[in-house]
């Protein structure tokens, strides 16, 4: 057939085309529009048309298409057309829920943590995972031979002269703050930490911690215990007692561990405090003068506090987790009980 009478059988199907419903408008569509249509054919045969009715043939098929195009969106105005083939929709239906998450019981207490100190003036600083022996050892005065340099309890990245390793607590990030900042200084840092241990229901690879610095002139012993029953009180209750335990740390002198008292069996004895009614929660002690001066400050003139807490542990004691795995399994179940607690 010559390509004028195939214009003029199109131009008269389309003409003649009556569309009924959205099935038959999809095959228009597909006919005359889509990407295979057959108008591209015709446009393929203008090419070896003789020259002096290429012009008028190509108006043609230019107006065939435009035909089509008229044709096929009168067909979808139609009301019934709109959804090709799907069923009708009832704009009036409320949507769908879209589900929430909810924040992870690690950060809620983290960040009660940090509003609790934020109360009394604190600071947020952070520090680097990734540390080096002066920040998370030498600065806080750890012996060379003591044995939380060993490598069963750390994360070694690189040995020799300037070991580099995951940092085994956030105390590494006491040091860079008394480094770079002049007293009075009062902040607290919160982080991730490493260690090389076994991962069970007790102990994780990883886990969290806050450490808390507080360092001006005159700082007592006494100053650090308020403190401390401070914080025990906003986050357990007015009814929270503290107790001092003498202990060691490297870093501080004297050194103390803090239990609070049991609030799950108001100190009664149960078996999460293993029948003492109290729970132990962080160590602090007053800095020791070697690590002030370790990071510049003068120990003749300044003095201060320092603490240290497991952000799991408080976790643990505030929503009964006992299985610390259960914090990066990121088990939608376990998450979902936390949207609530916030
Ligand atoms: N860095 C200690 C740890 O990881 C915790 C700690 C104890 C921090 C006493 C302190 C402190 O600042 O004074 O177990």
């Keep these: 057939?010559?390509?004028?009478?195939?214009?003029?059988?199109?131009?008269?199907?389309?003409?003649?085309?009556?569309?009924?419903?959205?099935?038959?408008?999809?095959?228009?569509?597909?006919?005359?529009?889509?990407?295979?249509?057959?108008?591209?054919?015709?446009?393929?045969?203008?090419?070896?048309?003789?020259?002096?009715?290429?012009?008028?043939l190509g108006q043609a098929i230019n107006a065939l298409k435009l035909s089509a195009e008229e044709k096929f969106s009168k067909g979808a105005k139609k009301k019934d057309?709109?959804?090709?083939?799907?069923?009708?929709?009832?704009?009036?239906?409320?949507?769908?829920?879209v589900a929430l998450g909810s924040r992870h019981p690690l950060s809620i207490i983290r960040n009660e943590i940090i509003e609790i100190f934020s109360r009394i003036g604190y600071t947020v600083s952070e520090g680097p995972e990734i540390e080096d022996d002066w920040h998370n050892f030498s600065a806080l005065n750890f012996p060379?031979?003591?044995?939380?340099?060993?490598?069963?309890?750390?994360?070694?990245?690189?040995?020799g002269d300037n070991?580099?390793?995951?940092?085994?607590?956030?105390?590494?990030?006491?040091v860079r703050v008394m480094e770079s900042q002049e007293p009075p200084i009062r902040t607290i840092s919160p982080g991730r930490v490493y260690r090389n241990e076994a991962i069970s229901a007790r102990a994780h690879c990883f886990f969290h911690q806050v450490e808390g610095l507080y360092i001006d002139k005159n700082v007592s012993f006494a100053d650090l215990k308020q403190?401390?029953?401070?914080?025990?009180?906003?986050?357990?209750?007015?009814?929270a007692q503290i107790r001092l335990r003498p202990s060691y740390f490297p870093f501080t002198e004297p050194s103390a561990e803090v239990d609070v008292s049991c609030t799950i069996c108001n100190s009664?004895?149960?078996?999460?405090?293993?029948?003492t009614g109290w729970l132990e929660i962080l160590g602090c002690g007053m800095v020791d003068p070697?690590?002030?001066?370790?990071?510049?400050?003068?120990?003749?003139?300044?003095?201060?506090?320092?603490?240290?807490?497991?952000?799991?542990?408080?976790?643990?004691?505030?929503?009964?987790?006992?299985?610390?795995?259960?914090?990066?399994?990121?088990?939608i179940r376990f998450l979902d009980q936390f949207k609530s607690a916030y």
Aim: glycine share 4%.
């Design 268 to 275: 009664e004895g149960c078996n999460v405090c293993k029948y």
């Design 81 to 97: 057309f709109i959804q090709l083939g799907a069923k009708k929709l009832d704009y009036s239906r409320p949507a769908e829920e």
């Design 227 to 239: 403190t401390l029953l401070y914080f025990a009180r906003e986050m357990f209750g007015e009814k």
């Design 1 to 56: 057939m010559e390509l004028k009478d195939q214009i003029k059988d199109y131009q008269a199907e389309i003409s003649a085309a009556e569309i009924k419903d959205a099935t038959e408008l999809e095959a228009f569509r597909v006919k005359f529009l889509g990407s295979k249509n057959i108008l591209k054919d015709l446009y393929k045969e203008l090419k070896d048309a003789p020259n002096e009715i290429k012009k008028d």
């Design 290 to 331: 070697n690590v002030l001066e370790a990071s510049g400050i003068d120990s003749q003139k300044y003095s201060g506090f320092a603490f240290g807490m497991g952000i799991e542990r408080i976790a643990q004691l505030k929503f009964r987790v006992n299985d610390l795995r259960m914090y990066s399994e990121n088990d």
């Design 163 to 174: 070991e580099i390793a995951l940092r085994t607590h956030t105390s590494s990030v006491q």
């Design 144 to 159: 060379p031979e003591h044995p939380a340099r060993d490598m069963q309890d750390t994360f070694f990245i690189k040995k």
